[in-house]
């Protein structure tokens, strides 16, 4: 069975080499947890791989973006080649690339706009950053229906897609169907011990690999996510 990786040793580990080819992962995260880092790793590592990889941002500009991975990683403008990055937020007053064509025709539908990219263009990796954007203005069923898409589009081309979504923001209800429809839930929380933050991150779910049982530890630092390669039963 074909990985990929994240680009964080420990967690590939834990999860047999990296996340199983054809995955829908929903990233559950609470607000601070570092959600937006973890999917710069998993973009940076296929880019350094030379994967068409495909990250759209909905709250942050394109300039924005590349300017928090660089903080991280620094890439070369040759790795920059292998990621398409776009943004709901920024204004779209040049077509660099085909995908960027595409979601200027359908502005006024992003949802549109992205099947239109996804059925134009081949991507082994997509970040989604962040499906609560979607949540918010579209009904849930349109998510839903979005989210099956990307299942196909992954099963098809043996790709990984990763979607952000900030935990507690929406009700059980809704939470419980974006779980439901995705093949793997990664969940990133903090919790206050004496004078620290400390940020854990635990697997709910995933198709296709034995899902650790204990929490991870982790750390935000100049160079990333720093975790734990040893497992802790909390």
């Known amino acids: 069975m074909k990985v990929l990786k ?50 759209l941002a909905t709250d942050d500009t394109e300039e924005e973006v590349k300017e928090y991975v660089n903080l991280y990683f620094n890439l070369d403008e040759a790795v920059w080649e292998n990621i398409t990055l776009l943004s709901l937020s920024s204004p779209l007053t040049k077509a660099e690339k085909d995908a960027k ?18 059925y134009h263009e081949d991507f082994e990796r997509v970040v989604i950053n962040n ?23 992954a099963k098809k081309n043996q790709s990984v897609f990763m979607m952000l979504m900030t935990k507690g923001m929406f009700d059980s209800r809704t939470e419980t169907a974006i779980k439901h429809y995705s093949d793997g839930v990664i969940e990133l929380t903090l919790r206050e011990v004496e004078n620290e933050v400390q940020r854990r991150l635990k697997v709910i779910k995933f198709k296709g ?26």
């Open 6 to 55: 994240t680009g964080i040793l420990p967690l590939d580990t834990q999860l047999g080499g990296g996340i199983p080819s054809g995955s829908v992962v929903l990233v559950l995260e609470e607000p601070g947890a570092g959600g937006d880092v973890l999917s710069y790793h998993f973009a940076v590592e296929g880019a350094l791989n030379g994967e068409n990889v495909f990250y």
């Open 101 to 118: 064509d595409f979601l200027k025709k359908t502005m006024y539908d992003p949802i549109g706009g992205l099947k239109t990219i996804l």
């Open 131 to 153: 499906m609560t954007y979607f949540i918010t203005n579209y009904p849930i069923e349109d998510v839903v229906s979005l989210i099956e898409v990307f299942s196909k589009y």
């Open 209 to 234: 690999i034995l899902v650790p049982k204990a929490i991870l530890r982790y750390d935000l630092t100049d160079k990333g996510i720093k975790m734990e390669s040893v497992m802790r039963v909390l």
